[in-house]
């Protein structure tokens, strides 16, 4: 279905991949594993044709359904509904039908009206070969198991979420996938996801892994979801940053985890035995060199002592992670931040209305509700990304708003990497903000490396970068663990226990909220107000 060759790939000069060969077939469900960083992104880019490989060879096969961890849906006029049944072209063919069917009822006309009956009687042989009403269906039915209701379906995508926008991409590209669209459970598609769990709730993520499970086709997946790669991925690529290689085994995530911990452990006690004689042989030459007679014994005993470690398979080297901390904040007033009677609508719709919310100093708050309830769009409005229809967001003394964007908003995806940091830290000394974008694990070259090309964990290090330096006294946080690393996504929590500013957050993870130890929570749409309890731990998820 794909199958590349000789596949090499490069962020600038830094080469992510080198002479790999990659096959992707019918039953494979793949894991693409590795730090951020390390190409797993650009990998699956390229795989998708979606950008072009600094050299080899790709060969594609059947239907490709890409998601990527940002997708840009040109046209915010269509119903999502209509984006997610353009699938399979029955979009068109619905308006067409209902066109038609006024044409038969207005028509006076018996010529003309016998031209729509005929027109109609097409279109609708057409849309029975497509799967007809029973595809209709199949997409509702897709779209609510991923958290799509019919009435947002009935929304515009311009007036959606950014986490609903991409939940109606999933299930565009599940339902052009699903049996009644491939005609055997998928087999031509090959789905290539990138973090398809993100924005989805816990009953949505189970869904999800029931039909990645019995998806016929292929299946490249990346994620963070340790839970989905433990039921789905029957093959493992590791993509290993420090060689540029690409590691495959033939196994499940489990069978991999524990192959790989057994072959590191191998490796370094193979290491360990062969330093020690090494090391003893090294010392025995060194005595024997003070006698010429024996110079010629010593120099062979050092040739052994060098074969013994150049024959050693390497010990990879433990990933690097950037050292992540929120910024001290800066002195304020005893309250911040206020908002007074927040409204806001998208057309016809109403997100919430009348939301009053008061940040103390180094207060700490979660904002719960379901998918579109309003959550990003409550941060935007008192990170002052976006109008309120009513009520106002009053400053308090000595604010400073730091915002952190679940869809990379904040950064300028045409800027380098170096000019965005700049940007948020105008004032600050350049050796300062190199030394920070250093901890971040930005350096030489990758400076220049434009935003938009980042990979989403390396988007989200960036962005928090621009929060560091900028001494924010409350902090918007919108799902900062998303598309972190483990090992990252730990930092990142390390750094929520220890800052000591106003903090407003917004998460599917449960962890973050444990480290943030809230003292309240806002509920959406109503804009109800509460004591953290335990007892919304459960909600986090499922929100």
Not at 84 to 113: C, H, I, P, T, W
Not at 166 to 171: G, K, S, T, W
Not at 267 to 296: H, I
């Amino acid at each position: 279905m794909i199958t590349a060759t000789d596949l090499e790939l490069r962020a600038g000069t830094r080469i992510l991949l080198s002479d790999a060969t990659l096959r992707v077939q019918p039953g494979d469900r793949i894991g693409l594993v590795g730090r951020n960083g390390a190409g797993k992104t650009t990998s699956l880019r390229v795989l998708a044709g979606e950008g072009e490989p600094y050299g080899g060879h790709l060969l594609r096969k059947g239907e490709i359904g890409y998601l990527p961890q940002d997708p840009r849906e040109g046209n915010l006029s269509v119903t999502a509904k209509d984006r997610v049944l353009s699938a399979r072209g029955l979009d068109e063919l619905l308006r067409e039908m209902e066109k038609a069917q006024s044409a038969m009822s207005e028509l006076v006309d018996n010529a003309q009206r016998d031209r729509e009956v005929r027109r109609y009687g097409r279109l609708e042989e057409r849309f029975a070969a497509l799967g007809g009403y029973a595809a209709e269906s199949e997409a509702a039915r897709i779209c609510a198991n991923l958290g799509l209701p019919d009435r947002v379906l009935a929304q515009q995508i311009g007036t959606l979420s950014g986490g609903q926008r991409r939940r109606v991409e999933l299930a565009r590209i599940l339902f052009a996938a699903s049996e009644a669209g491939s005609g055997g459970g998928g087999a031509g598609t090959t789905l290539l996801l990138d973090e398809p769990t993100n924005h989805l709730d816990a009953d949505s993520i189970t869904w999800l892994r029931g039909f990645l499970k019995g998806h016929n086709g292929g299946l490249v997946v990346i994620s963070h979801d340790v839970e989905l790669l433990a039921e789905v991925v029957n093959k493992v690529w590791f993509l290993d940053a420090t060689r540029g290689q690409v590691d495959t085994y033939n196994m499940t995530w489990q069978r991999y985890l524990d192959a790989r911990a057994a072959d590191e452990k191998r490796r370094r006690r193979e290491r360990a035995n062969a330093e020690k004689k090494a090391g003893a042989l090294q010392a025995q030459a060194d005595k024997m060199r003070a006698k010429a007679t024996k110079a010629v014994a010593a120099q062979n005993m050092a040739r052994r002592a060098e074969r013994l470690l150049s024959g050693l398979e390497e010990v990879r080297q433990s990933d690097k992670v950037a050292r992540i901390r929120f910024p001290e904040p800066a002195p304020c007033g005893k309250t911040p931040l206020t908002a007074e009677g927040l409204s806001k609508t998208y057309g016809s719709l109403e997100v919430f209305s009348g939301v009053d919310l008061a940040i103390d100093r180094g207060s700490r708050v979660v904002v719960l509700g379901l998918n579109g309830a309003g959550k990003t769009t409550l941060l935007r409005l008192i990170g002052g990304r976006e109008t309120a229809d009513s009520g106002e967001v009053v400053p308090g003394h000595g604010l400073r708003i730091g915002y952190y964007a679940q869809e990379h908003e904040t950064l300028d995806h045409e800027a380098s990497v170096w000019e965005n940091v700049r940007h948020a830290a105008p004032d600050t000394p350049e050796q300062q903000l190199r030394s920070l974008l250093g901890t971040f694990l930005f350096t030489g070259e990758q400076l220049e490396q434009p935003a938009g090309t980042l990979s989403g964990g390396e988007k989200t290090r960036l962005a928090l970068a621009g929060l560091v330096s900028s001494a924010a006294n409350v902090l918007l946080l919108d799902e900062p663990t998303n598309n972190l690393d483990p090992a990252s996504r730990e930092r990142v929590l390390d750094a929520l226990r220890g800052y000591t500013g106003a903090v407003v957050l917004v998460t599917h993870d449960p962890g973050a909220v444990e480290a943030l130890e809230p003292e309240r929570v806002i509920l959406l749409p109503d804009g109800t107000e509460d004591h953290w309890s335990a007892d919304y731990l459960e909600l986090v998820q499922l929100a």
